[in-house]
């Protein structure tokens, strides 16, 4: 079995001499780090930052196979630049790659409410770029003569796939395009184009802090008005349930640090309620 992990400090040596073996290095990056204090600063970051950005272990029936990461590229439109994929050679031939980069394309887009993953790759890596095609990521584009490498310039090649390219269901990515707003609003201080998201019947719960609930769109956009957050939210993982779909939300300020969860349930693609719990620190 195929899964993926965020990389531990545990996993630094394995990760070491993963980027640095004969047949993985020259399809690297120029400035992936290759060294023990780049590879655990990389670490490091993927913990305290997860939803920006990200180290994952690949593993085969529980045997490390593998590395795969992400970073942000753009948290306003929701982009994430995909980079780093390497299978330790003893593991080629499985398909480890296929499968694992299928699974980060979920994680990004489903849990952390990406819309769009892009990736480069050198033109003389055609190993590579067959892999992009076969999970669904479609050619883009060249640039040519970009990069430096082995003596050379040399093209790459541009990937990308968009939610509508996966099987998304309609309530997830409600809650994602919700969240987008939300944070437009934070960032331009007009709470306007939040209303239109809910039904006209709609209600907005809290759980934990002593505030409304609020009946109706208009008591709801008079709330965010009078009281408006202060800070962006951040997603960490949904799951659709009985109630709706379920968020584990935080806050950008402390962007490794869960808030609670935010539960939706919808009405012809609009917000019928929203539920925000705060958890005790």
């Given at each position: ?30 400035r992936a780090g290759r060294d ?8 490091e970051r993927s913990q305290r ?109 541009l990937f990308a796939l968009v ?119």
């Amino acid at each position: 079995m195929i899964s993926i992990r965020r990389a531990r400090p545990d996993d630094l040596d394995f990760l070491l001499e993963l980027v640095n073996h004969e047949d993985v290095q020259p399809f690297l990056a120029g400035r992936a780090g290759r060294d023990r204090a780049g590879i655990e600063a990389e670490i490091e970051r993927s913990q305290r930052e997860p939803t920006a950005y990200g180290r994952f272990v690949i593993e085969l029936d529980g045997a490390r196979a593998g590395v795969l990461g992400f970073e942000e590229e753009n948290r306003r439109s929701r982009i994430a630049h995909l980079e780093r994929l390497a299978v330790h050679p003893d593991f080629r031939g499985q398909r480890v790659s296929d499968q694992a980069a299928r699974l980060l394309q979920r994680h990004l887009v489903l849990d952390l409410g990406y819309h769009r993953l892009q990736l480069e790759i050198y033109g003389f890596n055609d190993r590579a770029q067959r892999h992009a095609e076969r999970v669904g990521f479609l050619r883009e584009g060249v640039r040519r003569q970009a990069y430096w490498r082995h003596g050379g310039w040399v093209d790459s090649a541009l990937f990308a796939l968009v939610r509508d390219d996966l099987d998304v269901p309609a309530s997830i990515g409600l809650l994602h395009d919700y969240v987008m707003v939300h944070n437009e609003c934070v960032r331009t201080g007009d709470w306007q184009p939040l209303a239109e998201w809910f039904t006209e019947d709609a209600q907005l719960a809290f759980e934990g802090v002593p505030v409304g609930p609020f009946d109706g769109r208009e008591a709801i956009a008079a709330a965010y008005d009078a009281q408006p957050p202060d800070d962006e939210v951040v997603i960490f993982g949904t799951e659709e349930s009985s109630d709706g779909v379920v968020a584990r939300y935080g806050w950008l300020r402390e962007p490794g640090k869960q808030a609670g969860r935010i539960i939706v349930t919808q009405r012809d693609g609009k917000i019928e309620k929203l539920t925000v719990t705060f958890e005790a620190e």
